[in-house]
T-cell receptor, first 115, second 105 residues
Framework: NAGVTQTPKFQVLKTGQSMTLQCAQDMNHNSMYWYRQDPGMGLRLIYYSASEGTTDKGEVPNGYNVSRLNKREFSLRLESAAPSQTSVYFC??????????????FGPGTRLTVL | ELKVEQNPLFLSMQEGKNYTIYCNYSTTSDRLYWYRQDPGKSLESLFVLLSNGAVKQEGRLMASLDTKARLSTLHITAAVHDLSATYFCADPLIFGQGTELSVKP
């Protein structure tokens, strides 16, 4: 099992460009999450999907959109990148929803720089 | 505003010493999660604490949960260099700022 995979690992964008971060999990988990990590601020939830076909906003959703393509894949799109979106992005999955007793499994991260 | 706050944020320890990281949370959650992150790496799960009074131990690390006080602790016993990392608590979707632990010989 590969667990949670993310592509790309690194990306540099210019302000105003768009891109999609891809995430896939092969653990048959129901729930998937997108976080961003900035120095000194821990992880902040951008969006999550409790189950296939549903998505919900997290703490910092502005400037992002998500798609739960199927049970395995959850993508994060930046329509018009801004320097404030420079961050490390982590995707995670868990067997059930936010009331679950289960922990989250994290991908390796995507390091995004917006110039 | 719901918060999860850790302290200290930075901790420099000598090998062989004991110390405790504190995690205070303002949510009504009855469960708390601890994760470890090595520099430049992803997060891995350490402990899942599911009820008041829960205590979990793994090696030199022990975590506990007091839901009445909204407090979780991560106790480090006889620290070794391999424990150097950043430790996060989470409840489960709101993360603390992280505690960067450095264990020096």
């Amino acid at each position: 099992n590969a667990g949670v995979t993310q592509t790309p690992k690194f990306q540099v964008l210019k302000t105003g460009q768009s891109m999609t971060l891809q995430c896939a999990q092969d653990m048959n988990h129901n729930s998937m999450y997108w976080y961003r990590q900035d120095p000194g601020m821990g992880l902040r939830l951008i969006y999550y999907s409790a189950s296939e076909g549903t998505t919900d906003k997290g703490e910092v959703p502005n400037g992002y959109n998500v798609s739960r393509l199927n049970k395995r894949e959850f993508s994060l799109r930046l329509e018009s990148a801004a320097p404030s979106q420079t961050s490390v992005y982590f995707c995670a999955s868990s067997p059930q929803g936010r009331v679950s007793t289960d922990t989250q499994y994290f991908g390796p991260g995507t390091r995004l720089t917006v110039l | 505003e719901l918060k999860v706050e850790q302290n200290p944020l930075f901790l420099s320890m000598q090998e062989g010493k004991n110390y405790t990281i504190y995690c205070n949370y303002s949510t009504t959650s009855d469960r708390l999660y601890w994760y470890r992150q090595d520099p430049g790496k992803s997060l891995e799960s350490l402990f899942v604490l599911l009820s008041n009074g829960a205590v979990k131990q793994e090696g030199r690390l022990m975590a506990s949960l007091d839901t009445k006080a909204r407090l979780s602790t991560l106790h480090i016993t006889a620290a070794v260099h391999d424990l150097s990392a950043t430790y996060f608590c989470a409840d489960p979707l709101i993360f603390g700022q992280g505690t960067e632990l450095s264990v020096k010989p």
